[in-house]
Structure formats: structure tokens, C-alpha cells
């Protein structure tokens, strides 16, 4: 790799003016709830976060949760005094190249490390948690903890899954901040021309405590139909479905009426849940009683293809969908889309014509009664 | 398809019924004396027609069983030169009519077919809407002249206008010819039926595939919803009961019609008030032709129209006075159902990616549009209002016959077929021309007595869906979209015959009707009047219902019937109100009691008996 260098500016008018402190309310608040967000609110908290709420926005059901904003970030390093500390080395490092980053990664994680958020931080995230825990009706709620650049930096911070409680929540919180000074984060940083000092977005949405899960296609997968939705669905977390450890049950569904056109029971044979107490997953077996029957309900199945249907006219495209239906909430807020991505095979082909050419409806109908009609 | 249905000459005759065969036309029988038309009886799939015919035949009701028989088979085989499909061949065993699609299998044939069919049906197609209305005229002058026929008892003497107007006809002659006359009528009638029906439904069905190659598996029922009209005859009784109910509750007779009673008695109250002599007029407006509507399909004699017991509509209208006080939306929600039919249209273009397939779909779009209100009004003219009162007018016959002491009772004339019928007429004239006594009255008591005892066997016969060959694929477009008859439902009907030998099955299937999934207890019912017992959120249970049973939809919460594909009359009104329907189970109302607890997946037309009662 090429040895990027970069200067760590780090004068502090210079900071505040890449991050944009023009004041206003919004701009002071420390969290959101996900609905209160839109898109353009990513300099606020984050291009994760707000994207969160523009689909919130868009009628698409995501776990509930809240975002902690850059200025909360900004917060914590400036009244723990970690950016006067941070000024001092930086200033000392100069030009650095990219073996003394570890050096500046260490530094960092420890001054963060040390730290204690402040109280008025600790109030907000105990506050906004406290909250989450009510609507779902389960204290100490397990929530993740998720990095939200205010600039994409795919894949280079840290996400926490199954946190529990407010201290381990204030914890997890401040380790996701330390996570923008990870040495391949500051590397990435550097070899993108941009400063040392990151603000980041913290979300902190419920862990989808998935009672069933499954992966939903806004086309037929097996002839790239548009007018059907095809559901894979079964029991417990979404790995037994993605990876093909069980068969499912499978829906097709047409699109614009959302009737069931056909139904498939899989065979369901384990499921995936969380280890007590842990966030690692283990595989345990689905009872008879329940193997034997459908595993979504019927008003779950047409709520999920009407969030679906929302989908794939919201980015004008068949898309490929993996949701989980929550145990902990009550319908229709227990669906919740996990993730959401274009479907990548029929969409890439060529549009082709189905039907034969006629000169005109007669000739269509002729050709109709000498073809016949074959029924599978 | 492996399996085999029984022979259809391998049906045992039922004891005590020997003989039956005089009953029906010699041509309806199975028969291997000419052993070339045995071999191909044998090598059809014959189905029974239980969408029409629930029940066995009255000798006389086969009459338009033979209309029908005539004028499709006509129009397919003679005059369209349908390229595919000749017509559909009839048989009656045990009193149940069988049919079987006769296809062109010579594909040189077909080709020959193809620029006659061109040319005739393009006529029509072209000038569908002008044709349409030239045939409501012809039909409209038919049903008027049928009013006016008449049939009084013979005088002791003739009139003297007979003398002083230089007639020269008689009253006996005027007796058999006003007969031949009525039964004419009833046989151009099923000619007018099927000038269009053959047509829109080779329409309908181009639509149907044209749908299916661009988008796989459509369900019919989306588009039926896409093609519905909405200014539907078949709908226009069951408003004018709505219309009538509202009227009663603003002239405050909501209450005195509420009071169950008798339709005469009702009626004699409600001329009491001026308000009630209004009201009576406007059910006198709404009577003709709306009441002509039948509650049962009309092909039986005793299928009676409302005009024939107000005591159904008034029930109906207690009904809907209900629903209304209630606060519940009544009727058909026709802007609602044109709204949601342009929807889906527009949703359906949207997702066409290619312009070819796009003027494809609205081609066959804009042409089953328009076949589309003949294909759903045509059975009001016909199988309705014209059936309704030509039964009426055969009655005016058995009464001559009674009168005559050929019957004891009026309603043993259907026994007689109708060229038994004129036979007895002949019988009865010259013997009145004559001067002396007719054989009729010890002639036909015997006959008609045993007759009785031969129907009553049959009705406790279960006939069997099929008999004979089932082929590879079901091709045939009216079988297909009338009876529902794929070859899914074959492979079930063979399922169910195997089943049918060990215990009674728990679970039955049928084809979806309406979409949805509901649970709940099970109401069988097999004829219009059993409908007063029904109650709120049951599941009707029924051989299949007509037009007129259309108030119950607003009470129940799904429906299942034994006959019937996507097409028929429950699917089609089950879909309008949004309640799970299966359709064409077979035999549900005889495998299910009311009181059973059943649910209905009318995505998958599966019902399952949960709890027996």
C-alpha cells in the first residue's frame, strides 16, 4: 500500500468548521428518536442514522431506537478534555506517515478510555434508553450500539450487538466513539484526505428479538416476475433462512392486490436464537407443533408484503429484504426490516417481451383459441 | 393423468328405478349397441354439471339443458367455427346431466377454421357495442310476447267470433299451437344466449393467458377485478331491495315492515297508511322485471322468483333495514370497487418493462372489457326474468292438464317431457273436439306416480364428478372457465373417489374464490329460504347461490359451494365484499354439517372441518 501521508491538522477553529457548528435547536440536541430524523439530517448524526429515519419516514418499519448526535460526541471529548490532550500530541506528531498512526490510535483509545462520560450525557442515553425499554415492555431491553459517519467510511467503526443495561449501554456508547480512532480508521481517514478528529453518530436501536425471520424478494426469484412478492420465512433469528439451514416456509403473493397465490409449508426443522445472556447465536430444534404449521400469521404475512410493496416503490425497484417479526412488540409494530438491498439478478437482465406480436386484439384472440390452454 | 374415472356405461341402475331412461330424450342415454359411439363415450372425460344442475332432472326442466346443448354446441361447431372446440355433447345418467367437451383434434382442421372464425367473429367483435344493443332489443320484444302468452281451459262452445269473424281456427288448435309457441320462445331465447357468450368468453379467456404470459399465475380473481363492470344487471334486484329498505326507514315504516309475517298480510297493513301505499308503489316499480330474479340458479321449475313469494324479498329487506339501522354499509360499494379496478390496472401496466407486452395486455384488456357486461348481465335476461315467467306460463298449461284430469296437481306437469306434454295436449283437444273422454286421466296418473318414486332415488344418488378418460391437459376454454374444470381439479376428483372408500375426509378441496383465511361455524344451506336462519359471521355452506342471495353476504364471513369455478356467481360476490370463498368443492355440503367448526383458505381453496358439532 502506498504511504499516504496526511496533516493531522487539528487547530480547533479548523475543527469546528469541518464539523458545522452554526447553531440552532436541532443542531444542539444531543439525541433523536429515529422518526424524528430525515435524510438530510446526516451532518447532525450521521449518514446510518438519518437514513434510518428517511425510511421511517417512507413507511418503512426499522427497529425503534434513537441517535446520539456528533454534538454529543463533540460533548464528551470536549468536557472530558480529551481534545485539549488530543491538540497537544497532534501538534507534536507534525507530518506523520502511516506507521506512527498506531502510536496516535493508542494515545487516543487510552485518553477515551480513561474518560468518564459526562453526567449530562449519561442522563440523555439513560433517559432516551429508559424509553425504548417502556415501549417494549422489557427492562434492561438488549439494543446494539451502532457507528453513524456524518461521510460514508464503510465498515470502519464499531458495531455492538446484545447490550444490556444503562451502564453497559454508557460503556458501549463510548467505545463506539473510541471506535473512529481504531488504526484502520484513522489510516482510511488519511488516505481520504481527511482530518484526525471525527465526530461520529451513535444509534442505538432494540435488538430485533426475532420470533420469526426471513428474506422477501418484491419479484418472483425463480422467473423475475414483478407483479409477486416471494416471502421465505421461519422460525427464530434471520441466519437459519440466509445461510439455508432450514427450508422455510415460502409465500408468493401478487404485488398489487397482495392475495397469497400460493403457499408452501417448509420443513422448519431448527432455529437460531441468542445464547442466554450472550450475543452468539446457537442452533436449537422447532418443537413438531410448530414445524407443522405456517409460522407467520396471516396479518403479519400482508403487513410485511405492504411494507415490501413500500420498498420497492420507494426506490422504484425489485429489492431483496431481510425482516425479522419482533416478540417483544405487538402487531403491526413487531415487523421490522433488518436490511434492505437491490434484488441483483432478474433486475440486471433485459426487459423481453412475453407475448407474441399480433396485428390486432382479433388476431390475438385467434391465436389464443388455436394455442389452447394448458394448466399445470 | 393416471387414473381412471368408471365407465360411464358401468353405472348401475338404482333399484326400482328400472326404466328410467323414457323419462329423458333415447339420445341422452350411454349406450354400446352402436359399438363406435360406446368406444367414444368411453374414451371422453364426462363430467357431471353440477354448476347448472345440482339436483337430478325433471323430465320437463331438460328442456333447457337441450336449448343449451343446441345452441353452443351450434355456434362452436357451425356458425364460428370456434377453430379448437366443436361443441359440448350431453348424456343424463340417474337423472344427472354429464357433459363433454368435443375438440377439432385435426390441426389441418383447425387451420381450415381459422379465416371462416376471422371473418364471423370479427364482425362481432368489431360491432360488439351496436350488436349488444340490437340483441337487448331482440330479447326485450321476446320477453313481451312471452307475457302475452296465454292458456285458458276450452269453452263448451266456441265464441261466435270464431263464426262471425270468419276465423276458421278453434280453440284446441290455438291450444297446441300457443303451446308450440311457448316452447319456441324458450328455445330462441337460449339461441340469443349463446349469440354472444361463446365469443366473450374466447375473449375473456385470450385476456386470462395474454395476463398469464406476462405475469405468471395471476389470479382469475385479480382479473375479474380488472374487467368488472359496474353498472351490473345481476346486481339491480338486490338494490332495489336496498332502495326499498332505505324508502321504509324514511317513511318511518321501518318498524311495521320489520314485523315477520306473511308478504299478503304485510302488505294489507301497509295499504292502511298513505305512507304505505307509497311505499307499495315503489315495490310495485321495482317488481317488474327486477322480482323476476330467481332464488335458486333458474334452471329448475321450483327455482321460484321473488315475484313468485315476496315473502324472500320482504325477509331480504327486513335484512338490509337491519344492516342499515346497524350502520353497515350495504350494497355493492361500486366507487370503491371502480376505484380499486383502476388501480390495479394502473399497478399492472406499471410493472410491464417492455412496450410489446404492453400493447399485448391492453389489447386483450380493452377487448374483454368490452365482452365483459354481456358475460355478466346476459343471465338476467335469460336464465332469470325469461325463465321465471315462462315457468309461470307452463303452469297456466298444467292447470288445463289438472283441470282436464290428466294431473292431480299442477306441479306434476314437470314430470312429463314437453313432447309428452303435446301428446297429452292432443289427447286432451280431440277428445274435447270429439265429444268423448281422453285416455289422459288413467294414462298418466300411474305413469306420473312411479315417476315421483324414480326422482325421489335419484335425489338420494350421489353422482360422481366424472366419468370415463380424463386427458393429459384440459384445454377446452369453456370447461375451463365455467365449470372449472383443470386438471388440478381432475387429479382431485380422483383423490376424492379414492377417499370416498375409506372415512369421510376432514378436509376438503375446492378452487380459490375469494381471497382469505376465516374460521368459524359452518351454515349449510341448500335453497334461498334456508337463508333466514343464517347467522350473523357463519359460513354459508351451499350447492352453489344465485343473484338473489345477495343480502346474506353482508352477514357472513365466508362461503364455500360445491360447484363452481372463479367465474360463478359466489366467487364473484365474495370477492366484492372481501370474504374468503372456496368454490367447487365437490361435495361440501354433504360433508360438512351446520354447526361444524371449519376454516376456509380461500388462497389455497382448501377447508379444513376443525370441530365436528
Known sequence: ?376 | MSGKFKSPHDIPTIPGTEGWERMYPYNYQFSKEDPERGKYEDEQLWFYDGLHYPEPHYPFDLIWDEAWYLALSQNNTRTFLMPPANGIDHRVVNGYVYITPVGVADPEEIGERVPVFMKRAGYYYENWDSLYAEWKVKVNKLLSDLEAVSFKPLPEVEDESVVFENKGTGSGYHLLTEYDELINMGLTIWQYHFEFLNLGYAAYLTFINTANSIFPDIPISTLTKMVSGIDVVLYRPDAELIRLAKLAIEENLADEILIERDATEMMAALEKSSAGKYWLDELEKSRYPWFWVSTGTGWYHHHKSWNDDLNIPFSSIRMHIDAINAGKEVGRPTEKLLAESEKIVEEYMALIDNDEDRVAFEQALGMAKKVFPYVEDHCFYVENWFHSVFWNKMRQVADILVSAGFIKDREEIWLMKRGEIKEALWDYVTAWATGVKSLGPSYWGKELEWRKGVIAKFQEWTPPPALGTPPDVVTEPFSIMLWGVTTGTLKNWLKGMEAAVGAPSDELMGSPGSSGLVEGKARVIKTVEGLADLKEGEILVATTTSPSWAPAFTKIAGCITDVGGAMCHAAIVCREYGLPTVVGTGNGTSVIKTGDTIRIDGDQGSVVIVERA
Not at chain 1, 423475475?224 to 437459519?240: F, P
Request: charged share 25%; with cysteine.
Open chain 1, 1 to 376: 500500500m502506498e504511504a499516504a501521508q496526511v496533516k493531522f491538522f487539528m487547530m480547533e477553529d479548523e475543527f469546528q468548521n469541518s464539523q458545522g457548528m452554526a447553531m440552532s435547536e436541532k443542531e444542539n440536541s444531543l439525541s433523536f428518536w429515529y422518526e424524528e430524523l430525515e435524510g438530510s439530517d446526516f451532518p447532525l448524526v450521521g449518514k446510518k442514522n438519518a437514513n434510518l429515519g428517511e425510511m421511517r419516514k417512507a413507511g418503512i418499519p426499522i427497529s425503534p431506537g434513537f441517535a446520539l448526535t456528533l454534538k454529543a460526541n463533540d460533548i464528551f471529548i470536549r468536557e472530558t478534555g480529551i481534545l485539549d490532550e488530543l491538540g497537544k500530541y497532534i501538534n507534536s506528531l507534525g507530518e506523520v506517515s502511516v506507521e506512527k498512526c498506531q502510536a496516535a490510535s493508542d494515545f487516543t483509545l487510552d485518553l477515551i478510555n480513561d474518560a468518564t462520560v459526562p453526567q449530562v450525557l449519561v442522563d440523555e442515553i439513560c433517559s432516551q434508553y429508559g424509553k425504548l425499554c417502556d415501549l417494549a415492555g422489557v427492562p434492561n431491553l438488549r439494543v446494539a450500539v451502532r457507528s453513524s459517519g456524518a461521510v460514508s467510511m464503510p465498515g470502519q467503526m464499531e458495531t455492538y450487538l446484545n447490550i444490556m443495561g444503562e451502564k453497559d449501554l454508557v460503556d458501549y456508547v463510548k467505545k463506539t466513539w473510541a471506535s473512529a480512532y481504531h488504526v484502520e480508521a484513522i489510516t482510511y481517514r488519511m488516505n481520504k484526505d481527511m482530518g484526525f478528529l471525527l465526530n461520529i453518530g451513535v444509534g442505538v436501536p432494540k435488538m430485533v428479538n426475532s420470533r420469526v425471520s426471513g428474506v422477501i424478494f418484491t419479484l418472483n426469484p425463480l422467473n423475475g416476475d414483478r407483479s409477486k412478492i416471494s416471502v421465505d420465512v421461519s422460525y427464530g433469528l434471520g441466519e437459519a433462512v440466509v445461510s439455508g439451514l432450514v427450508t422455510p416456509d415460502n409465500y408468493l403473493l401478487d404485488k398489487v392486490t397482495l392475495d397469497v397465490i400460493s403457499s408452501t409449508k417448509g420443513a422448519k426443522e431448527i432455529q437460531c436464537v441468542y445464547n442466554e445472556g450472550g450475543s452468539d447465536i446457537k442452533e436449537v430444534a422447532v418443537c413438531e407443533e410448530d414445524r407443522n404449521r405456517f409460522c407467520l400469521q396471516r396479518d403479519e404475512l400482508v403487513e410485511l408484503c405492504k411494507v415490501s410493496k413500500t420498498i420497492d416503490r420507494y426506490y422504484g425497484k425489485p429489492y431483496d429484504i431481510e425482516f425479522g417479526i419482533d416478540r417483544d412488540l405487538s402487531f403491526p409494530s413487531n415487523i421490522i426490516i433488518l436490511q434492505v438491498r437491490p434484488e441483483s439478478v432478474w433486475s440486471k437482465k433485459e426487459a423481453q417481451a412475453k407475448t407474441e406480436k399480433k396485428k390486432d386484439a382479433m388476431d390475438r384472440i385467434v391465436g389464443q383459441l388455436i394455442t389452447g390452454v394448458r394448466f399445470k
